[in-house]
Protein backbone atom coordinates (compact mmCIF):
# COMPACT_ATOMS: atom_id res chain seq x y z
CA UNK A 1 0.00 0.00 0.00
CA UNK A 2 1.56 3.30 -0.33
CA UNK A 3 2.04 5.61 2.09
CA UNK A 4 -1.09 8.00 2.74
CA UNK A 5 -0.33 11.68 1.64
CA UNK A 6 -1.24 14.02 4.95
CA UNK A 7 -1.21 18.02 4.77
CA UNK A 8 -1.11 19.95 8.41
CA UNK A 9 -1.11 23.54 8.23
CA UNK A 10 0.57 25.08 11.50
CA UNK A 11 2.97 21.94 11.89
CA UNK A 12 6.30 23.44 13.00
CA UNK A 13 5.05 23.24 16.52
CA UNK A 14 2.13 22.57 19.26
CA UNK A 15 -0.56 20.22 18.73
CA UNK A 16 -0.10 20.85 14.38
CA UNK A 17 3.78 19.05 15.26
CA UNK A 18 2.23 15.92 17.69
CA UNK A 19 -0.59 14.87 15.20
CA UNK A 20 2.27 14.79 12.33
CA UNK A 21 4.48 13.46 14.78
CA UNK A 22 1.70 10.27 15.21
CA UNK A 23 0.53 10.22 11.53
CA UNK A 24 3.83 10.08 10.20
CA UNK A 25 4.46 6.97 12.87
CA UNK A 26 1.47 5.71 11.25
CA UNK A 27 3.93 5.67 8.21
CA UNK A 28 2.26 8.47 6.49
CA UNK A 29 3.95 11.22 4.44
CA UNK A 30 3.43 14.17 6.31
CA UNK A 31 3.66 17.33 4.60
CA UNK A 32 4.47 20.30 7.38
CA UNK A 33 2.52 23.57 6.70
CA UNK A 34 4.56 26.16 7.93
CA UNK A 35 4.32 29.91 7.40
CA UNK A 36 7.88 30.47 8.00
CA UNK A 37 10.38 28.48 6.22
CA UNK A 38 12.89 28.49 9.29
CA UNK A 39 10.28 26.47 11.66
CA UNK A 40 8.80 24.88 8.94
CA UNK A 41 12.03 22.93 7.80
CA UNK A 42 13.15 22.91 11.20
CA UNK A 43 9.81 20.73 12.07
CA UNK A 44 10.10 18.77 9.42
CA UNK A 45 14.46 17.53 10.13
CA UNK A 46 12.97 16.84 13.80
CA UNK A 47 10.83 14.45 12.41
CA UNK A 48 12.87 13.25 9.75
CA UNK A 49 15.48 12.70 12.56
CA UNK A 50 12.60 10.16 14.06
CA UNK A 51 12.31 8.09 10.93
CA UNK A 52 9.44 9.94 9.52
CA UNK A 53 8.94 11.21 6.18
CA UNK A 54 7.89 14.59 7.03
CA UNK A 55 8.51 17.29 4.17
CA UNK A 56 7.92 21.59 4.70
CA UNK A 57 5.67 23.13 2.63
CA UNK A 58 4.63 26.77 3.09
CA UNK A 59 1.53 28.00 3.43
CA UNK A 60 0.29 31.24 5.30
CA UNK A 61 -3.24 30.40 5.52
CA UNK A 62 -4.15 33.90 5.31
CA UNK A 63 -2.67 33.92 2.24
CA UNK A 64 -4.59 32.12 -0.25
CA UNK A 65 -2.40 32.37 -3.30
CA UNK A 66 0.25 30.36 -0.97
CA UNK A 67 -2.13 27.37 -0.48
CA UNK A 68 -2.90 27.47 -4.65
CA UNK A 69 0.88 27.35 -5.07
CA UNK A 70 1.00 24.77 -2.18
CA UNK A 71 -1.35 22.66 -3.70
CA UNK A 72 0.25 22.91 -7.58
CA UNK A 73 3.04 21.15 -5.45
CA UNK A 74 1.86 18.71 -3.89
CA UNK A 75 0.20 17.94 -6.81
CA UNK A 76 3.19 17.76 -8.70
CA UNK A 77 4.95 15.57 -6.20
CA UNK A 78 2.20 13.05 -4.93
CA UNK A 79 -0.49 13.21 -7.13
CA UNK A 80 -2.90 13.69 -4.31
CA UNK A 81 -3.94 14.52 -0.54
CA UNK A 82 -5.18 11.97 1.32
CA UNK A 83 -5.77 14.11 4.36
CA UNK A 84 -6.25 17.94 5.18
CA UNK A 85 -5.93 18.47 9.02
CA UNK A 86 -6.99 22.46 9.09
CA UNK A 87 -5.08 23.27 12.34
CA UNK A 88 -3.11 26.69 11.87
CA UNK A 89 -4.75 28.90 14.45
CA UNK A 90 -4.59 31.79 16.50
CA UNK A 91 -5.77 33.71 19.54
CA UNK A 92 -5.75 37.50 19.50
CA UNK A 93 -5.33 37.95 23.12
CA UNK A 94 -2.60 36.31 25.79
CA UNK A 95 -5.47 33.84 27.14
CA UNK A 96 -2.99 32.41 29.68
CA UNK A 97 -3.78 35.66 31.74
CA UNK A 98 -7.45 35.89 32.69
CA UNK A 99 -6.56 39.57 33.30
CA UNK A 100 -5.45 40.04 29.89
CA UNK A 101 -8.87 39.28 28.47
CA UNK A 102 -10.62 41.80 26.79
CA UNK A 103 -14.14 41.63 27.48
CA UNK A 104 -16.41 42.17 24.88
CA UNK A 105 -17.95 45.40 25.14
CA UNK A 106 -13.90 46.52 24.30
CA UNK A 107 -12.94 44.27 22.10
CA UNK A 108 -11.71 45.87 18.27
CA UNK A 109 -13.56 44.75 15.30
CA UNK A 110 -9.83 44.31 13.43
CA UNK A 111 -9.32 41.80 16.21
CA UNK A 112 -12.01 39.68 15.59
CA UNK A 113 -11.70 40.13 11.63
CA UNK A 114 -7.59 38.78 12.69
CA UNK A 115 -8.94 35.83 14.40
CA UNK A 116 -11.38 35.07 11.45
CA UNK A 117 -8.54 35.61 8.90
CA UNK A 118 -6.66 32.66 10.33
CA UNK A 119 -9.56 30.45 12.01
CA UNK A 120 -12.21 30.60 9.71
CA UNK A 121 -11.17 32.42 6.30
CA UNK A 122 -7.72 30.50 6.60
CA UNK A 123 -9.57 27.34 6.37
CA UNK A 124 -11.57 28.02 3.33
CA UNK A 125 -9.18 28.86 1.68
CA UNK A 126 -6.67 26.12 2.17
CA UNK A 127 -9.55 23.60 1.80
CA UNK A 128 -10.94 24.72 -1.35
CA UNK A 129 -7.13 25.10 -2.75
CA UNK A 130 -6.56 21.48 -2.23
CA UNK A 131 -10.05 19.77 -2.46
CA UNK A 132 -9.15 18.69 -6.07
CA UNK A 133 -5.96 16.94 -4.61
CA UNK A 134 -8.48 15.02 -1.91
CA UNK A 135 -10.59 13.98 -4.85
CA UNK A 136 -7.98 12.16 -6.31
CA UNK A 137 -7.24 10.29 -2.85
CA UNK A 138 -10.15 7.30 -2.70
CA UNK A 139 -10.65 8.37 0.93
CA UNK A 140 -10.07 11.87 1.46
CA UNK A 141 -10.44 13.16 4.79
CA UNK A 142 -10.45 16.70 6.19
CA UNK A 143 -10.23 17.69 9.51
CA UNK A 144 -10.62 21.03 11.13
CA UNK A 145 -9.63 21.76 14.47
CA UNK A 146 -12.17 23.66 16.60
CA UNK A 147 -12.58 23.89 20.24
CA UNK A 148 -14.94 23.15 22.89
CA UNK A 149 -15.13 26.96 23.26
CA UNK A 150 -16.75 26.98 19.81
CA UNK A 151 -19.94 25.29 21.68
CA UNK A 152 -22.82 28.13 21.97
CA UNK A 153 -24.78 26.03 24.81
CA UNK A 154 -21.54 24.56 26.97
CA UNK A 155 -19.89 28.11 26.91
CA UNK A 156 -24.07 30.17 27.11
CA UNK A 157 -24.49 28.16 30.03
CA UNK A 158 -24.25 30.11 33.47
CA UNK A 159 -22.06 27.19 35.24
CA UNK A 160 -19.23 27.59 32.76
CA UNK A 161 -16.45 29.56 33.79
CA UNK A 162 -13.88 29.67 30.62
CA UNK A 163 -12.42 32.36 29.30
CA UNK A 164 -14.61 34.60 27.08
CA UNK A 165 -12.73 35.03 24.06
CA UNK A 166 -14.96 36.79 21.55
CA UNK A 167 -12.84 36.71 18.78
CA UNK A 168 -11.10 33.05 19.45
CA UNK A 169 -14.71 31.44 20.46
CA UNK A 170 -16.78 33.14 18.22
CA UNK A 171 -14.21 32.00 14.95
CA UNK A 172 -14.53 28.28 16.47
CA UNK A 173 -17.86 28.30 15.97
CA UNK A 174 -18.18 29.57 12.59
CA UNK A 175 -15.83 26.92 12.02
CA UNK A 176 -18.05 24.52 13.17
CA UNK A 177 -20.53 26.11 10.68
CA UNK A 178 -17.39 26.17 7.90
CA UNK A 179 -17.18 22.08 8.75
CA UNK A 180 -20.89 21.00 8.37
CA UNK A 181 -21.17 23.24 5.19
CA UNK A 182 -18.70 21.45 3.60
CA UNK A 183 -19.59 18.09 4.61
CA UNK A 184 -22.98 18.77 2.97
CA UNK A 185 -21.73 19.25 -0.58
CA UNK A 186 -19.24 16.24 -0.08
CA UNK A 187 -21.90 14.00 1.38
CA UNK A 188 -21.65 10.86 -1.30
CA UNK A 189 -18.17 11.14 -2.24
CA UNK A 190 -15.22 9.46 -0.24
CA UNK A 191 -14.57 12.67 1.50
CA UNK A 192 -15.42 12.98 5.33
CA UNK A 193 -15.27 16.75 6.46
CA UNK A 194 -15.41 16.37 10.58
CA UNK A 195 -14.03 18.81 13.10
CA UNK A 196 -11.90 18.08 16.18
CA UNK A 197 -12.14 19.38 19.77
CA UNK A 198 -8.59 18.53 21.31
CA UNK A 199 -9.13 19.65 24.78
CA UNK A 200 -6.67 22.07 27.06
CA UNK A 201 -3.41 21.36 25.86
CA UNK A 202 -0.23 23.21 26.92
CA UNK A 203 0.78 24.92 23.63
CA UNK A 204 2.26 28.16 23.29
CA UNK A 205 -1.36 29.11 21.98
CA UNK A 206 -1.66 29.58 26.17
CA UNK A 207 1.36 30.42 27.07
CA UNK A 208 1.47 26.50 28.45
CA UNK A 209 -1.37 26.39 30.91
CA UNK A 210 -3.02 23.95 29.19
CA UNK A 211 -3.89 20.68 30.84
CA UNK A 212 -3.34 18.02 29.03
CA UNK A 213 0.26 17.38 26.95
CA UNK A 214 0.12 18.76 23.07
CA UNK A 215 0.72 15.08 22.26
CA UNK A 216 -3.13 13.99 23.90
CA UNK A 217 -4.85 16.80 22.15
CA UNK A 218 -3.02 16.08 19.09
CA UNK A 219 -4.31 11.93 19.07
CA UNK A 220 -7.65 13.51 18.97
CA UNK A 221 -7.39 14.92 16.11
CA UNK A 222 -5.01 12.01 14.32
CA UNK A 223 -8.42 9.79 15.17
CA UNK A 224 -10.54 11.93 13.38
CA UNK A 225 -7.77 11.76 10.64
CA UNK A 226 -7.64 8.11 10.60
CA UNK A 227 -11.85 7.53 10.54
CA UNK A 228 -12.88 4.66 8.56
CA UNK A 229 -15.56 4.34 5.77
CA UNK A 230 -18.16 3.81 8.41
CA UNK A 231 -17.14 7.14 10.34
CA UNK A 232 -19.34 10.06 10.64
CA UNK A 233 -18.87 12.99 8.71
CA UNK A 234 -20.11 16.65 9.52
CA UNK A 235 -19.35 15.70 13.05
CA UNK A 236 -17.42 16.83 16.25
CA UNK A 237 -15.43 14.90 18.09
CA UNK A 238 -13.42 15.12 21.00
CA UNK A 239 -11.98 12.21 23.21
CA UNK A 240 -14.96 11.09 23.74
CA UNK A 241 -16.08 10.60 20.75
CA UNK A 242 -19.02 12.55 18.68
CA UNK A 243 -20.06 15.42 21.08
CA UNK A 244 -22.81 17.76 20.18
CA UNK A 245 -22.12 21.06 18.11
N1 LIG B 1 -3.94 24.37 22.76
C1 LIG B 1 -5.22 24.17 23.06
O1 LIG B 1 -5.60 24.03 24.23
C2 LIG B 1 -6.25 24.13 21.97
C3 LIG B 1 -7.54 23.74 22.29
C4 LIG B 1 -8.50 23.67 21.30
C5 LIG B 1 -8.15 23.98 20.01
N2 LIG B 1 -6.88 24.37 19.71
C6 LIG B 1 -6.58 24.67 18.31
O2 LIG B 1 -5.50 23.87 17.90
C7 LIG B 1 -4.84 24.48 16.81
C8 LIG B 1 -3.34 24.48 17.07
O3 LIG B 1 -3.10 25.31 18.18
P1 LIG B 1 -1.90 25.08 19.21
O4 LIG B 1 -2.51 25.03 20.54
O5 LIG B 1 -1.04 23.99 18.75
O6 LIG B 1 -1.18 26.49 19.08
P2 LIG B 1 0.30 26.92 18.67
O7 LIG B 1 1.32 26.08 19.34
O8 LIG B 1 0.33 28.41 18.86
O9 LIG B 1 0.36 26.57 17.10
C9 LIG B 1 -0.38 27.30 16.19
C10 LIG B 1 0.17 26.99 14.82
O10 LIG B 1 -0.60 27.72 13.85
C11 LIG B 1 0.31 28.40 13.02
N3 LIG B 1 -0.27 29.57 12.37
C12 LIG B 1 -0.86 30.65 12.93
N4 LIG B 1 -1.22 31.51 11.98
C13 LIG B 1 -0.88 30.96 10.79
C14 LIG B 1 -0.98 31.35 9.44
N5 LIG B 1 -1.52 32.53 9.09
N6 LIG B 1 -0.53 30.52 8.47
C15 LIG B 1 0.03 29.33 8.80
N7 LIG B 1 0.20 28.91 10.06
C16 LIG B 1 -0.26 29.71 11.03
C17 LIG B 1 1.47 28.78 13.92
O11 LIG B 1 2.59 29.15 13.16
P3 LIG B 1 3.72 30.16 13.76
O12 LIG B 1 4.66 29.32 14.56
O13 LIG B 1 4.36 30.72 12.52
O14 LIG B 1 3.02 31.20 14.58
C18 LIG B 1 1.63 27.45 14.65
O15 LIG B 1 2.31 26.54 13.84
C19 LIG B 1 -5.45 25.88 16.68
O16 LIG B 1 -6.42 25.87 15.65
C20 LIG B 1 -6.11 26.07 18.03
O17 LIG B 1 -7.18 26.98 17.97
C21 LIG B 1 -5.92 24.44 20.65
Known sequence: MTAQIVLITGANKGLGFETARILGRDGATVLIGARSAGAGEKAAAVLRGEGIDARFVRIDVTVPESAEAAAERIGQE?????????????????????????????????LVRAAFDTNVFGVVAVTNAML???????????????????????????????????????????????????????????????????????????????????????AVIA???????????????????????
Open 78 to 110: HGRLDVLVNNAGITTTDASDPATITPPSRVAPD
Open 132 to 218: PLLRRSPAGRIVNVSSHLSLLARVGDPSFHGPNLLPYNTSKSALNAVTVAYARELAGTPIKVNAAAPGFCATDLNGHTGVRPAAQGA
Open 223 to 245: DVARLGAHGPTGALIDEDGRIPW
